[in-house]
T-cell receptor, first 116, second 112 residues
Framework: ETGVTQTPRHLVMGMTNKKSLKCEQHLGHNAMYWYKQSAKKPLELMFV???????ENNSVPSRFSPECPNSSHLFLHLHTLQPEDSALYLCASSQGARVGLNEKLFFGSGTQLSVL | DQQVKQNSPSLSVQEGRISILNCDYTNSMFDYFLWYKKYPAEGPTFLIS?????DKNEDGRFTVFLNKSAKHLSLHIVPSQPGDSAVYFCAASGGSNYKLTFGKGTLLTVNP
């Protein structure tokens, strides 16, 4: 139990589908993140929410739409994705948004997404 | 442009020997460096970190060394164990926003 739960673990979708990824953290943290891990690439930060407010959008295409209804839940709504969007999508949380020596990211297990 | 680079995609080591994983960075504003470990089908988990005011931090079998002038850090695992087999990510933060920037990761395989 990592304290950060992601569902579903695996998702296969067509390019015309609409789906959502869900993340829930049980750590009492205030900041939540979406990261994307593609094969042979670094983890890429997509979005940051701090106290439910979006504080960072790392030039992510609009076909990815995040939602943070409260500090414990984070969603990533997907629509009209492309095959190159196939990747592992990781949710993370931290107590504060300034990550460094005393502030760590806690990750969920990820959703492995395949877009056909 | 990659600000955190892990140039070795994989490393294979014999059980009981030392594993050395390397990481280079380009952004001189980074002042915190972290290593994360990832097993298949799991999310990355924090392993060890170091501040730029130090050049070494040790935690059990894991030691991280930082060479600021070379913008280089390394993770030493000694002795290596088969359970250490995982992908290791180097990450850095600092500057204006303190968001973690990750490297591509190095797959460590420790052979029994």
């Amino acid at each position: 139990e990592t304290g950060v739960t992601q569902t579903p673990r695996h998702l296969v979708m067509g390019m015309t589908n609409k789906k959502s990824l869900k993340c829930e953290q049980h750590l009492g943290h205030n900041a939540m993140y979406w990261y994307k891990q593609s094969a042979k690439k670094p983890l890429e930060l997509m979005f940051v929410y701090n106290f439910k407010e979006q504080t960072e959008n790392n030039s992510v295409p609009s076909r990815f739409s995040p939602e943070c209804p409260n500090s414990s839940h984070l969603f990533l709504h997907l629509h009209t994705l492309q095959p190159e969007d196939s990747a592992l999508y990781l949710c993370a949380s931290s107590q504060g948004a300034r990550v460094g020596l005393n502030e760590k990211l806690f990750f969920g297990s990820g959703t492995q997404l395949s877009v056909l | 442009d990659q600000q955190v680079k892990q140039n070795s995609p994989s490393l294979s080591v014999q059980e009981g020997r030392i594993s050395i994983l390397n990481c280079d960075y380009t952004n001189s504003m980074f002042d915190y460096f972290l290593w994360y470990k990832k097993y298949p089908a799991e999310g990355p988990t924090f392993l060890i970190s170091i501040s730029s005011i130090k050049d070494k931090n040790e935690d059990g079998r894991f030691t991280v060394f930082l060479n600021k002038s070379a913008k280089h850090l390394s993770l030493h695992i000694v002795p290596s164990q088969p359970g250490d087999s995982a992908v290791y990510f180097c990450a850095a933060s600092g500057g204006s926003n303190y968001k973690l920037t990750f490297g591509k990761g190095t797959l460590l395989t420790v052979n029994p």
